[in-house]
């Protein structure tokens, strides 16, 4: 008995529900009948004395990071790369030409290495990395702009670069 009553009023419910639509369909056509507004292009001039500067607003957080900035904390900018004078070693590490023989150790500077990702087909693992802006596809023992790719795993990267190695992480 109370089915019967749920599923009448439920009925009842969708037959004025859909006779609305019905109405508002065809017994208020005017309102659709009105002719749509017809927009006049107008002439433009070419040389414009305004100016527009954009800003960008770069404090939201970044979508691919793991690890997620809290509310309010400002991003951080990036340190500008200075593609001038190559050699930056400090002189403390430098060998005095006077002195030849001494083994100090040379300062390699390092050019800006970033590990994108890795592909893996069949047998054979492909590293994606970024030197210098310049994006390459190497395997592992291959040699891009001086960096040589040593090992490559999911999550890390072992180069060599002027016979120096070093871990880079995604």
Known sequence: ???????YLLAAFVLIIWGTIFYKIFFHSDEMESTPDIIVPTMVSEQSDTTHDYHLCLDYPD????????????VKQAAPISHGNKSVASNKNRTSPSNPTANAPVNVVWPPIKYEGSIKSNQKTTAIITVNGNTSFLAQGQTFMEVKIESITRDSLIVSYKNQKKTIRK
């Open 63 to 74: 979508p691919f990071i793991r690890v997620p900035m809290k509310r309010g904390e400002k």
């Open 1 to 7: 008995m109370k089915n019967k009553v749920l599923t």
